[in-house]
């Protein structure tokens, strides 16, 4: 399983909880507009909860609906901005701090998107899929700010990234390596385990020590 197909269907994991929680006068929109969603018709699917939110400004589920259609079209700016709106009221929405997180973490924001997953586990239950997704993309994030192509290295200093902001501190690989770990112990069957566990071997192999400031690899292992 890569990181795209994971990214993709755990945007998605939200659809069913959704209906559950729904009054009855929201089905029908709900129905249409996640079906859009379970099809892959994102722009359907917005255009079913911009209606919607026509006939009900306010209705929360609408909007956290509506951010994920954008996400899922990559349009981030827009998601933030719905989400962020939608959150300024309801800071505890589940669906919407899951769906930022997602944006973020698709948008290539990933420090950021390592500690949004991170604020968001206080909202989730624990027997749930989000739960355990959440420390792989944790695990992910960081993995992702440590592991950095060349190009992508010379183009974030080109673009003013500061020198904090590369690679991780030795705290941010205790936190990458411990939400790995969370992730495989709750997910003892999960497809990318194996491949995991060797890359959290290779870590405990090669990790400078805690005097390094930072640890960065321009090339994956």
């Given amino acids: 399983m890569n990181s795209r197909s994971i990214a993709a269907s755990a945007a998605l994991l939200w659809v069913c909880l959704c209906m559950a ?3 009855e ?11 859009f969603l379970a099809r892959g018709d994102f722009a359907s699917a917005e255009r079913v909860f911009r209606e ?3 006939k009900e400004p306010g209705n929360r589920v609408y ?11 990559k349009r981030h700016g827009e998601a933030e901005r719905e989400l962020q709106s939608l959150l300024t009221q309801y800071p505890d929405d589940a669906a919407a701090s899951w769906y930022l997180a997602q944006n973020t973490y698709r948008a290539g924001s990933y420090r950021e998107a390592a500690g949004r997953f991170r604020s968001v ?10 739960y355990y997704s959440a420390y792989w993309f944790i695990g992910t994030s960081w993995r992702a700010v440590l592991l ?9 200093i080109a673009g003013g990234a500061s020198s904090s902001e590369a690679g991780l501190a030795h705290a941010e690989v205790d936190e990458m390596v ?3 770990r969370k992730y495989v112990d709750l997910q003892p069957q999960a497809p990318d385990r194996s491949a ?19 640890w960065i690899i321009v090339n994956q292992p």
């Fill in 21 to 23: 929680t729904a009054s």
């Fill in 25 to 35: 006068g929201q089905d029908l929109h709900l129905q249409r507009g996640n079906d």
């Fill in 52 to 54: 919607a939110l026509q």
């Fill in 63 to 73: 909007r956290a609906q509506l951010g994920l259609c954008l996400l899922q079209q």
């Fill in 121 to 130: 586990l206080r909202l989730l239950d624990q027997r749930s899929g989000q």
């Fill in 148 to 156: 950095r192509k060349p190009a992508d290295l010379i183009s974030a």
């Fill in 178 to 180: 411990d939400a790995y």
């Fill in 196 to 214: 995991i566990e060797q890359f959290l071997a290779w870590v405990s192999q090669n990790r400078p020590p805690a005097n390094v400031r930072r």
